[in-house]
């Protein structure tokens, strides 16, 4: 069964600061996607990138960076020079490429960044 | 609005009661989802359509629900005689893709309070 663990309840950063989230994931397939969503106060989820296990290239976009590693199962998340407006819930996210069923994303708990001035 | 919409975004409901909570996708979309999020935690997946077919309900917690999307489009997840446990955020996503591949676009969920 796929699993996705976030292990940081929660973290607090000041304005400017850079800020990493984890995200380790367990799956049997060989071919997945990973996603991480922002969920705001106002409750929807809101799509940040999708990553597919054949591409450990890594990310950039703006502020936002993402670094996957198949050795590790890993695929974190990191703000530069955070802003309030990043005070968020984020949830990282496996969905395996089934034929037949339904790709269903499996999330983990989330990690809520507060991010203050 | 192009996005996916739900109603009603708020629902409290006596336990006992049956609630039907509505999901209108994105126009076209082949695939859609419901999720339950309880609070502190991670939205759970709990059926899949494709088109009206439903093809996976393995995440149903209980057969108190029940889900049906019978022209292909708007969707409605009922949940009869409803319990205190039920309480969650029920999260409605869209993808126009079949098998759900691809973002998935999610909507601004039923906050559903059993009292």
């Known amino acids: 069964a796929q699993k996705v663990t976030q292990a940081q309840t929660e973290i607090s950063v000041v304005e400017k600061e850079d800020v990493t989230l984890d995200c380790v994931y367990e799956?049997?397939?060989?071919?997945?996607?990973l996603f991480w969503y922002k969920q705001p106060p106002s409750g929807e989820l809101v799509f940040l990138i999708r990553?597919?296990?054949?591409?450990?290239q890594n990310e950039i976009s703006g502020r936002y960076s993402w670094n996957f590693q198949k050795s590790t199962s890993s695929f974190n998340f990191t703000i530069t020079a955070s802003q309030v407006v990043d005070s968020a819930v984020y949830f990282c996210a496996l969905s395996e490429l089934n034929t037949g069923t339904a790709s269903k994303l499996t999330f983990g708990t989330g990690t809520r960044l507060q991010v203050t001035l | 609005g192009a996005g996916v919409s739900q109603s009603p975004r708020y629902k409290v409901a006596k336990r006992g009661q049956d609630v039907a909570l509505r999901c209108d996708p994105i126009?076209?979309?082949?695939?859609l989802f419901w999720y339950q999020q309880a609070l502190g935690q991670g939205p759970e997946f709990l059926t899949y359509f494709q088109n009206e077919a439903q093809l996976d309900k393995s995440g149903l917690p209980s057969d108190r629900f029940f889900a049906e999307r019978p022209e292909g489009s708007v969707s409605t997840l009922k949940i009869q005689r409803t319990q205190q446990e039920d309480s969650a955020v029920y999260l409605c996503?869209?993808?126009?893709?079949?098998?759900?591949?691809?973002?998935?676009?999610f909507g601004p969920g039923t906050r559903l309070t059993v009292l």
């Open positions: 126009s076209g979309h082949v695939s």
């Open positions: 990553r597919n296990s054949f591409d450990e």
């Open positions: 799956t049997r397939d060989t071919t997945y996607y």
């Open positions: 996503a869209s993808t126009p893709l079949a098998g759900g591949m691809g973002e998935q676009f």
